[in-house]
């Protein structure tokens, strides 16, 4: 079971004000939201059952009972909120920028965990088996992403390639085909070179998995799949070094999964681009 406080916590922005409520009153009563049933919690908040429930969808959870249940295994996972990011401070000693960078990377990938669904990352795993060809977009921070993907995919003999230009991801998109793939990352959501690509390959029905912060935004809209990166990065002046890192922990369980569909034919072709590397030391 996902770990439904940390989408609350990062999904709550994106909700409407009286979802918030809802989602702010479990947050600080976690423990009482258990035994409560929902017209209870509806009165509580002053709101409507059906606003809880809408809170619930945008927050991709099923419905209440599920909210529970996911809220019950957060508790249990003892994860309830006191691991929070640190930032740089103007004083910090090389043994706290280790320390605190370190555990921020370490708090992103633990963040991410809990956000993930099997069931979709399975989903994606066979769009990319599947795929004709595979685009992957990004910009800035996410263009590293990006080109990770694609290198791990040569070692496999999968056709990928990384598109990190806007007017070359534009030009590409208009030739994507249904038997292509599109990645597209985009810790916001709201990239205008990634939008504007997305929409083109969706025009051509091409098949789009989005990798975004949790929480409503226009890329995720969009897409066929969506799969999230953790957003708690809490200053610009961490830049985007822990989510950089959660998108790689996604991209690496992408490509093992894929490699491991054909593991055979996987390790082979990994031996033969290792030794063809070190043939050259």
Same mark, same amino acid.
């Given at each position: 079971?996902?770990?439904?406080?940390?989408?609350?916590?990062?999904g709550?922005?994106? +909700?409407?004000?009286?979802?918030?409520?809802?989602?702010?009153?479990?947050?600080? =009563?976690?423990?009482?939201?258990?035994?409560?049933?929902?017209?209870?919690?509806?009165?509580?908040?002053?709101?409507?059952?059906?606003?809880?429930?809408?809170?619930?969808?945008s927050?991709?959870?099923?419905?209440? %009972?599920?909210?529970?249940?996911?809220?019950?295994?957060?508790?249990?996972?003892?994860?309830?909120?006191?691991?929070?990011?640190?930032?740089?401070?103007?004083?910090?000693?090389?043994?706290?920028?280790?320390?605190?960078?370190?555990?921020?990377?370490?708090?992103?990938?633990?963040?991410?965990l809990?956000?993930? $669904?099997?069931?979709?990352?399975g989903?994606s795993?066979?769009?990319?088996?599947?795929? %004709?060809?595979?685009?992957?977009?990004?910009?800035g921070?996410?263009?590293?992403?990006?080109?990770?993907?694609?290198?791990?995919?040569?070692?496999?003999?999968?056709?990928?390639?990384?598109?990190?230009?806007?007017?070359?991801?534009?030009?590409?998109?208009?030739?994507?085909?249904?038997? $292509?793939?599109?990645?597209?990352?985009?810790?916001?959501?709201?990239?205008?070179? *990634?939008?504007?690509?997305?929409?083109?390959?969706?025009? =051509?029905?091409?098949?789009?998995?989005?990798?975004?912060?949790?929480?409503?935004?226009?890329?995720? =809209?969009?897409?066929?799949?969506?799969?999230?990166?953790?957003?708690?990065?809490k200053?610009?002046?961490?830049?985007?070094?822990?989510? %950089?890192?959660?998108? +790689?922990?996604?991209? $690496? *369980? +992408?490509?093992?999964?894929?490699?491991?569909?054909?593991?055979?034919?996987?390790?082979? +072709?990994?031996?033969?681009?290792?030794?063809?590397?070190?043939?050259?030391?």
């Amino acid at each position: 079971m996902y770990n439904g406080m940390e989408r609350i916590r990062q999904g709550i922005s994106s +909700l409407r004000p009286s979802e918030q409520k809802v989602a702010q009153y479990i947050v600080n =009563n976690p423990k009482d939201i258990l035994d409560m049933p929902i017209a209870l919690l509806a009165k509580n908040t002053i709101t409507s059952e059906a606003t809880i429930i809408r809170m619930c969808r945008s927050l991709h959870i099923k419905g209440f %009972r599920e909210l529970k249940l996911s809220i019950s295994a957060s508790i249990n996972q003892d994860v309830m909120g006191t691991d929070r990011y640190e930032d740089i401070s103007a004083d910090a000693d090389l043994s706290q920028i280790i320390n605190f960078v370190s555990h921020n990377n370490f708090r992103s990938i633990k963040s991410t965990l809990s956000l993930i $669904d099997e069931e979709t990352i399975g989903e994606s795993i066979s769009l990319l088996d599947n795929a %004709r060809k595979i685009i992957v977009i990004g910009v800035g921070a996410s263009a590293i992403v990006a080109l990770d993907f694609e290198q791990k995919c040569k070692r496999i003999n999968k056709w990928c390639e990384a598109l990190t230009d806007s007017h070359t991801q534009l030009t590409s998109a208009v030739h994507l085909t249904p038997k $292509d793939v599109v990645i597209a990352i985009s810790y916001s959501g709201e990239t205008k070179e *990634i939008i504007d690509t997305v929409k083109i390959a969706k025009q =051509n029905q091409a098949s789009i998995i989005s990798l975004t912060g949790y929480g409503t935004n226009t890329v995720q =809209n969009l897409s066929t799949i969506n799969l999230y990166a953790s957003p708690l990065e809490k200053s610009i002046r961490s830049g985007a070094t822990a989510s %950089r890192i959660a998108q +790689l922990n996604i991209i $690496d *369980i +992408l490509f093992t999964g894929l490699a491991s569909l054909n593991f055979e034919l996987s390790v082979d +072709l990994l031996d033969k681009t290792r030794e063809a590397i070190q043939s050259r030391d």
